[in-house]
C-alpha cells in the first residue's frame, strides 16, 4: 500500500506504529528517529501555542498596555497653563463679589477708591516680561485692589426664571414715579432755596454742568433736572407735549420723544452715570486708557483667532438682538 498522502494533525502511538507497518509494505521507510522527532516536535509545537492561548490579548489591549508602560503618570501641577486664563478665585482665595475682568498679579496699577498699597515681599505668579519675578521697581506705585464682601451671597436674576416682566430692573426703575417726599424735596430745593443750587444737567461732553437760565422759558420751569434715581410724582409727567409744559421730571430722560424700556434697552445703552469723559475728568481718562495685559505673541494670537473664525465644524449661535449676548447666570471667577 501506498502511504496516506494526508496524514492526521496529530501522530499518536498507535497511529505511528501503524505508519510504519503500511510503509514497510510499500517500501518506503521512515526511520525510528525521524518518526520521534516529529512526534517531539508536534507535542513541543502545542505546548507553545497552549501557553500563548492562555495569555492571549487583543491587539487593542496589547497598545493600551504598552502605552501605560511607556507614560509616566499624569501631574496635574506640570501641564501648561493658558496666560490668556485670568483666574480670580485662585488668587486671593475667594470668590469675588464683583466679576471684573482686574488681574490681581503683575505690574498692574489700579486707580480705584478701595485700594492698598502691595507688601514688599509679594512675588507674583503671573508670567509677565519672561516668567515670574520680583524687584523693587515693579512693586513702586503698584497698588491692589480690594473688593471683597465677606457677606455677599450670590442670588438670581429674574431672566433665569423667565419672569423678568415681575421684577424691576435698574433701567425700568427710572420710568417709574419716585418716592413723593424725594420729589417734593427736589422741587422746594429749586423753588425755596438759593436758585440753581445742586441742580445739574448732563451736557454735550458727559459731565454735569450746573443748570442756568437762559431765556423766559427755563425760568419758568420748563428745563430737566438730573438727579440721581426715580422721575416725577406721577407716570404721566412728561416735558414731550405742550398740556405737560412745566411738569418736572427727575431723573434720566429718554434722548427721545415716546422712546420705550425695551428700545433703549437693546441699544445697550450705559446709564448716565456710567459715562465717562475723557477730555476732562481724569479718571475717567485713566479708566479709559487701561488695556488689559497680553501674554502672547501677535503671531499665537492671530494663529488662534483664525482657527476658531474658520471651524466649520462648531459654531455659536446667532442672534439679532443685542440682549441675547448678556449672561445673566452664574458665572465662575475665572473670566477670559
Not at 24 to 47: F, M, N, P, Y
Not at 128 to 147: A, H, L, S, T
Not at 165 to 187: L, M
Not at 275 to 299: A, F, G, Q, T
Request: proline residues 7%; glycine residues 6%; positive net charge.
Amino acid at each position: 500500500m501506498r502511504l496516506n498522502p494526508d496524514p492526521e494533525p496529530y501522530l499518536g502511538t498507535n497511529q505511528v506504529c501503524h505508519f510504519v507497518e503500511k510503509g514497510e509494505k510499500s517500501g518506503d521507510k521512515l526511520s525510528t528517529r525521524t518518526i520521534t522527532a516529529i512526534r517531539l516536535e508536534r507535542a513541543r509545537h502545542e505546548a507553545v501555542s497552549a501557553e500563548r492561548s492562555e495569555a492571549s490579548q487583543s491587539p487593542y489591549m496589547a497598545q493600551v498596555t504598552a502605552y501605560r508602560e511607556r507614560s509616566r503618570k499624569l501631574d496635574p501641577s506640570r501641564l501648561a497653563q493658558d496666560p490668556r486664563v485670568q483666574d480670580l478665585a485662585a488668587l486671593p482665595g475667594v470668590r469675588r463679589s464683583l466679576p471684573t475682568n482686574i488681574l490681581d498679579g503683575g505690574p498692574h496699577v489700579n486707580t480705584n477708591i478701595i485700594r492698598y498699597k502691595r507688601d514688599a515681599d509679594f512675588v507674583s505668579t503671573t508670567p509677565y516680561d519672561g516668567g515670574p519675578k520680583y524687584n523693587d521697581d515693579v512693586c513702586i506705585n503698584n497698588w491692589v485692589q480690594e473688593r471683597r464682601d465677606r457677606t455677599y451671597k450670590s442670588g438670581f436674576h429674574p431672566r433665569e426664571i423667565r419672569r423678568s416682566g415681575r421684577f424691576d430692573t435698574e433701567y425700568s426703575a427710572r420710568f417709574k414715579p419716585s418716592d413723593p417726599e424725594y420729589v417734593h424735596r427736589v422741587v422746594a430745593a429749586y423753588t425755596d432755596g438759593p436758585r440753581f443750587s445742586g441742580l445739574h444737567r448732563i451736557g454735550p461732553t458727559g459731565i454735569a454742568d450746573p443748570v442756568f437760565p437762559k431765556n423766559a422759558a427755563e425760568t419758568s420751569g420748563q428745563h430737566l433736572f438730573y438727579v440721581k434715581d426715580g422721575f416725577g410724582g406721577a407716570p404721566n409727567q412728561d416735558h414731550t407735549t405742550e398740556g405737560k409744559r412745566g411738569a418736572f421730571w427727575v431723573g434720566t430722560a429718554p434722548h427721545a420723544p415716546h422712546d420705550t424700556v425695551t428700545h433703549s434697552t437693546m441699544r445697550a445703552e450705559t446709564l448716565e452715570f456710567q459715562r465717562r469723559c475723557r477730555s476732562e475728568d481724569p479718571r475717567s481718562m485713566v479708566l479709559m486708557s487701561n488695556k488689559p495685559l497680553i501674554h502672547e505673541s501677535e503671531s499665537t494670537q492671530r494663529i488662534r483667532d483664525e482657527l476658531i473664525a474658520t471651524n466649520a465644524f462648531t459654531r455659536g449661535w446667532r442672534t439679532i438682538y443685542q440682549t441675547e449676548h448678556k449672561d445673566y447666570s452664574r458665572r465662575p471667577a475665572t473670566v477670559a
